[in-house]
């Protein structure tokens, strides 16, 4: 199929051109119509699924544009409040309806007759949510909605002062890369000191989610919010005994690849003991990688890298590129992390990130990158629903261009030495990320199966998971009340609470594709490709099969992976 990035707004022919969501008033008609409208054959019933299809486009959009100028600049209030607004007064409204069209769709005669293939996981999916709906869990989840944005508001206030100047915790980081052990100690433990802040603050919040989650579980009749979000999240092809067996493979396969690579880290630092405060940094003369000056070299640099993979990939950067849609430097008041947000109407996503000059920035990039080749691609498909597809698979696409985009950093180094550091630096990250990842999934099935847990025996639960899967190398001696608030740093457990895990099984994904990729670089990425246009038509062992990948979490795969990576990584 030929690729072409000149992605078209979908044409609208129930709502109006000009129609704007501003009320619930203005939004419900639509809704009235799904939903009292006869369905007399199959034709009617394919009319129907296209409109409910584009309205759903319309509100999405919607939403997201409100979130998107929210997080871009958390100071002001009426982006706040415009964002409040659709929790508070036009989602609970929705929902009631949502769950109507569900059961008009189920109850149907006519579902029967649509292909059953094309359909199964939409289909799926929406008795799911028909056996999740409860009324009593409309007010919890808009309030959730809204609670859950306390965290982005609490952390972007988060500054630091290094050498007379202010710095955003994201921007102080970089200096954790200098080769003067006084400084980055200094910084580490500024960082540090000013989390400690607002740990009391962050502990509050988060005790009021978890007792809110917990709450809404009960309603749904689950014995946990666990249970629920398994069944929320549409996690059909593994269970939690599967994230057990997970975090067993972490210990026994990944901690030892660790162990040589802080070694080798003390090693090179000529350090008698590895302190966290070391773990980024360069020996004397070595300066820190420094790939691209300002946003708009990481954009330019990142489009060039792209278009040595596939020139499609590259198009899709510069058609965001012209519609505006990235906002990529770090900047007081906006708030952390990084997201690519599809927007189901338009098409072409937004790309939003906090850099501040470091290689890590990078990897944000081209992993953003990867979502949003994945929202082209699937924008194709007919159905907003089809383009519902499952995080597990979702990162497999932002990971596998981690790893695919190493073989092109030319584009960020002229130098031989750096680009060896950087790729380095890259598959350090691929490894070091599995424990820590196996430390946040393992800490939540904890916390909702006790969700009436104190403080106290929250962190020391906490430290009790966080030193199963710390390695030796590192030396904590005198930063145990850092440690014991290192959670509030992961912006999942406030936010998108259980989606963690999805990260640990994509990068086996994304070790698989890599494989491929060092054999055959054009078959993986037409299977890549192939995989990523499915959007969520197909089930998550489908998917993967699709991209020439078996789903599978046992220790033995694991460690498949982990002496082929550890193999690469001794080739550097």
Known sequence: MTLSADIKKLERHFVPQGFVVTDWASLEPFFKDLSERKLDSRSDLEKWLKDMSEIEAVVSEDACWRQIKMTCDTTDK???????????????????????????????????????????????SVKKNIDLFREANIPLQAELSVMQQ??????????????????????????????DRKLREEVYRKIQERRLQDKQAMHDLYTQLVHKRNEVAKNAGFANYRDYKFVELGRFDYSKEDCFQFHEAVKLHVLPLIEKIYQKKKEKLKLDTLRPWDTEAEPEGVEPLKPFTNGNDLYEKSVKCFEQMNPFFADCLRKMNDLKHFD???????????????????????IFMNAAGQMSDVTTMVHEGGHAIHSFLAHELELSAFKEYPMEIAEVASMSMELFSMNH???????????????????????????????IDKFQHWVYENPDHTIEER????????????????????????????????????????????????????IGMWMQYQQNPQQALQNYINALSLGGTKTLPELYKAAGLKFDLSPAHIKTLMEFTATEMDKL
């Open 328 to 350: 990529l430097e770090s900047r007081k008041g906006k708030a952390p992390g990084g997201y690519n947000c599809p927007l189901s109407e338009s098409g072409a996503p937004f």
């Open 409 to 439: 950093w030319e584009a960020f180094f002229d130098n031989q030495e750096d680009l060896k550091r950087a790729k380095e630096h890259q598959l350090e990250r691929t490894i070091t990320i599995f424990p820590w990842i196996a430390i």
């Open 150 to 179: 306390q965290y982005g508001a609490i952390a972007g206030k988060m500054t630091v002062e290094v050498g007379g100047q202010e710095y955003t915790l994201q921007q102080a980081a970089k200096f954790l890369e200098s080769h």
């Open 78 to 124: 009426s982006l706040e409040e415009a964002f409040t607004y659709f929790c508070m007064e036009i989602q609970p409204k929705l929902q009631p309806y949502a769950d109507l069209l569900n059961r008009k769709l189920v109850n149907c005669s006519f579902t029967r007759e649509l292909d059953q293939q094309k359909y199964f996981t939409y289909l799926r």
């Open 459 to 510: 962190t020391t639960e906490w430290m009790k998971i966080l030193n199963e899967f710390s390695t030796n190398s590192i030396d904590y001696t005198g930063l145990d009340m850092f440690r014991e608030i290192g959670w509030q740093r992961q912006l999942h457990l406030f936010e998108v609470p259980f989606y963690y895990i999805e990260y640990g099984i994509a990068q086996l994904g994304a």
